[in-house]
């Protein structure tokens, strides 16, 4: 009787652990994206850029991504996407060729994937940062 009664303050014990954890991972996440929603994306002064391979990347838990921006005589070549750690966004992915048409970082967050759309273009903005963009 006696171990029965520690079997179950054990299990409760573990279920309430689990429950803690779960709580403050779900508040993890909500503050992140909340803060990657209210943050702006800067443009970048493509003429300040120098030629070159360029690698950017961002992340905010849970969505993350990874490009290879090359850039040359001021602008943007050619952006590849090499990681992109999304959840649901996958339409996002269309952002590299939006900013490679437009030669700018303001291009629209495509809906639906808005998170990863930012998560994106952040990415990008720290590559041409290192260019000098």
Same mark, same amino acid.
């Given at each position: 009787?006696?171990?029965?009664?520690?079997?179950?303050?054990?299990? /409760?014990?573990? &279920? +309430? %652990?689990?429950? *803690?954890?779960?709580?403050? =991972?779900?508040?993890?996440?909500? !503050?992140? /994206?909340?803060? &990657? +929603? %209210?943050?702006? *994306?800067?443009?970048?002064? =493509?003429?300040?850029?120098?030629? !070159?391979?360029?690698?950017?990347?961002?992340s905010?838990?849970?969505?993350?991504?990874?490009?290879?921006?090359?850039?040359?005589?001021?602008?943007?070549?050619?952006?590849?996407?090499?990681?992109?750690?999304?959840?649901?966004?996958?339409?996002?992915?269309?952002i590299?060729?939006?900013?490679?048409?437009?030669?700018?970082?303001?291009v629209?967050?495509?809906?639906?994937?808005?998170?990863?759309?930012?998560?994106?273009?952040?990415?990008?903005?720290?590559?041409?940062?290192?260019?000098?963009?």
């Open positions: 009787m006696k171990k029965r009664y520690i079997a179950i303050i054990i299990v /409760l014990l573990v &279920l +309430a %652990l689990g429950f *803690i954890t779960t709580k403050i =991972l779900l508040t993890r996440f909500e !503050g992140n /994206l909340k803060q &990657l +929603a %209210l943050s702006e *994306i800067s443009d970048v002064d =493509l003429a300040a850029a120098e030629d !070159g391979i360029y690698i950017g990347s961002y905010a838990f849970p969505v993350s991504a990874e490009v290879r921006v090359t850039i040359k005589n001021h602008f943007i070549v050619d952006i590849e996407l090499l990681k992109h750690d999304n959840g649901q966004g996958q339409g996002a992915e269309i590299p060729e939006n900013v490679i048409e437009a030669q700018s970082l303001k629209d967050s495509v809906s639906g994937a808005t998170y990863s759309s930012k998560v994106i273009l952040k990415a990008i903005q720290n590559a041409i940062l290192k260019a000098g963009g």
